[in-house]
């Protein structure tokens, strides 16, 4: 016989029964908790036309995308590949049904995507997204914000962690306004990808950049003591505004850092939020709000979940003016993240409630029946079908269930059922 | 500005939201009843080593696969393609983590396949498979036939379809051994094929289908009886006795039939059943019982679910022996068809429970915390933030939700909440 790798593919992830029990509960979670805070599913195919996903070029995309390769019924096709993101397909379904839909647009997917990128301890080529959208046409009041922010903390909520997550803010327009007012755009995009890389570097190595690229010992002083500007909304948009800048772009991003802000805190999440002027997530896309989740007691795991206002979603495939904001958790990297660093307490079990145990074939159909009755209580039961000896019954039961019930002749005479508790060992009548 | 075609790819479903939420309830009832019956989740890549795929040689797979072009970055791994079902991955699952199994494994898959067919109405490329199967090591009781049988029908009386359905159960060792006893093996691959085909075609094209690849009168008439025996367990028992055949696969294949049907009609399921000899559900793979279900009074749909027992579901990756049962429905052809033939009764609004209307930016607040309030208590609920007039408000969150609540400076200030039923015009107090 050929030997075959029997292994899964690298980049995937691939559980065991247990955990994939576990990792289904918070995919549960999250898809319940959006679906409450009234955002709508939409799913779209896995594969899209390779143009409409190259749309936009430039970036990893085009390194990491998975085209595939046509069959022999297939042939008459475009050139397809897998979705390498929700968002463009996103802004292909708006563009498509834009007639049909409601705006704004609160829209959620939970699925997977693909990049083919370098395979890496933590890293995927195969993984869960669970984005939510709220798409405006042609305007979106910036409530919204706070509340794909508001949303996401739920969210987190529901998972029980045994550690705290906090939300930083910020927003871009602060920043773009402030290098207006010091002149400096033209290195706008030099001074967006250090700051951007500035939590994987020394403080000094940030300085250095930032003279590199040629900026004065002053400007470089105000862009660190900037980027280092952080905590509760009052003191650092106090401390920002001591700057006296009149340029409008900052005054507006200023103005909205603190709506939504004060949004926030209104619902009690002040807890949970802390404004950051280091956080830009990115060189291009986001154009106001930008955020992402942290678990301050780890911060060696980095982003959990991120998120900002962009300025026109469908820009590469309509004239219209879709502006939105969202925000994504990376499913499949948080579980394992969680997993690595023992942040789940174990919320589910996966065993079953009941496992009956006929003793002969002839209590087979008795113990149908239970299970029947048992199911239609809400416990997940099983029977054990097998004409090996009890003692093996019983211990291939436990490793399935939290209780055993065992049917002999005597059981189906009497209808009097003892359950057997595998975690305590006691055992009492069925109720 | 480039012109794209923004229609989903061809082959692929992509819903409305509506719909969407009334497909992810069939989904949810399905993995819900899975569980119930004692059924682990278990979830792997969509991609695998197209080796893998392909151990199986022949058939469709080849000419359907969709490969996958390697990226700059996982240039180093072997070839890869998309799975075309859950069988292959789920067999290369049970032998790479066999020794961290328990044997019988229940086990189930809800995901998405691949296969590059010819596009045509109904048929799709990308589409939900929901798969059952209980894998045992060396052996497997004939009671897990049933298990599968009942836990499928199960699910499908979860679905409120407005109409019946009906499970054709058949033991492929009874025309093996037929066919024996009648010394017709060496045409038994024709046989099945025609038989398989028998129910898209006229009976008299069966009829001289089976006199071209060269049988007697005498043997075509014995086979096209044998194949229009169907109805009650008894019945078709009974008259296949009476052929008083001694052939030791037949006599296995009636008593396996006769037991799995016995076990399902002790269940109560005797109106849900049929016994039907013309069901063989293709050319190989299946050996002793097979299944498939169809809405009798909506014949033109054809199967809408379908299964059975196989030798050895890991022959291509292993010298051990992994007997199981299967069975599989194929949700997006599923959900596609009852839709066409209006088989759904609405089960499921979309409409959120309340839309919460601030009238100004003063009641963003207190709205938020209302919100947050219902949401508590389960309810489906959005806040509707905006500047433009109330009627305007009022028209958008009559298009999202069942109700809506208007928040002013009066209800903030007294607590006094009217809750405006959207459906009926009624208003009430909010309890």
């Known amino acids: 016989m050929k030997k075959f790798n029997t292994s899964k593919i690298s980049g995937a992830e691939e559980l065991l029964p247990e955990k994939q029990a576990l990792f289904e509960q918070l995919k549960s979670k999250i898809d319940e908790t959006y679906k409450k805070h009234g955002f709508l599913s939409v799913e779209t195919p896995h594969l899209e036309r390779t143009e409409i996903l190259l749309a936009k070029a430039g970036g990893d995309t085009e390194k990491q995308i998975y085209k595939v390769v046509k069959t022999a019924e297939t042939a008459d096709e475009s050139d397809q590949a897998l979705r390498f993101d929700h968002t463009v397909p996103l802004a292909r379904y708006v563009v498509e049904y834009e007639s049909k839909l409601t705006f704004p647009f609160k829209v959620s997917q939970i699925g997977v995507d693909f990049r083919g990128e370098r395979a890496q301890k933590g890293r995927f080529r195969e993984f869960y997204q669970c984005d939510v959208d709220i798409i405006g046409r042609n305007?979106?009041?910036?409530?919204?914000?706070?509340?794909?922010?508001?949303?996401?903390?739920?969210?987190?909520?529901?998972?029980?962690?045994?550690?705290?997550?906090?939300?930083?803010?910020?927003?871009?327009?602060?920043l773009t306004g402030l290098l207006e007012a010091f002149n400096l755009e033209d290195k706008s995009k030099d001074i967006y990808s250090i700051i951007d890389h500035s939590e994987k570097v020394s403080p000094e190595k940030t300085k250095s950049s930032f003279i590199e690229i040629g900026l004065s010992e002053e400007d470089t002083n105000m862009l660190i003591d900037f980027i280092n500007t952080n905590g509760q909304r009052s003191f650092v948009i106090d401390r920002l505004a001591k700057l006296n800048l009149t340029n409008q772009t900052f005054l507006d991003g200023l103005?909205?850092?603190?709506?939504?802000?004060?949004?926030?805190?209104?619902?009690?999440?002040?807890?949970?939020?802390?404004?950051?002027?280091?956080?830009?997530?990115?060189?291009?896309?986001?154009?106001?709000?930008?955020?992402?989740f942290i678990l301050p007691e780890h911060k060696n795991i980095g982003s959990v979940c991120g998120g900002g206002r962009y300025e026109n979603l469908t820009k590469h495939f309509s004239d219209q003016?879709?502006?939105?904001?969202?925000?994504?958790?990376?499913?499949t990297r948080l579980f394992y993240v969680l997993n690595e660093n023992n942040l789940l307490k174990n919320q589910v079990d996966s065993l079953l409630e009941y496992a009956i145990i006929p003793i002969t074939e002839a209590e087979y159909d008795y113990s149908n029946i239970l299970a029947s009755n048992l199911r239609d209580k809400g416990f997940k039961t099983t029977v054990v079908y097998s004409d090996k000896k009890l003692g093996d019954k019983i211990t291939y039961a436990a490793k399935l269930a939290k209780n055993g019930i065992i049917i002999g002749d005597e059981e189906v005479k009497t209808n009097n059922l003892k359950v057997k508790n595998f975690l305590t060992g006691e055992t009492t009548n069925l109720e």
């Open 321 to 331: 003016s879709f502006p939105g904001v969202g925000g994504s958790i990376g499913l």
């Open 139 to 174: 305007n979106l009041p910036i409530a919204y914000d706070a509340d794909v922010i508001a949303t996401l903390l739920d969210t987190f909520s529901t998972f029980d962690l045994d550690t705290p997550i906090l939300a930083r803010i910020n927003n871009r327009k602060i």
């Open 255 to 292: 103005n909205e850092l603190n709506k939504v802000m004060a949004l926030l805190e209104a619902q009690n999440l002040q807890d949970y939020i802390t404004a950051d002027c280091k956080i830009v997530r990115g060189l291009d896309y986001y154009t106001g709000t930008v955020f992402e």
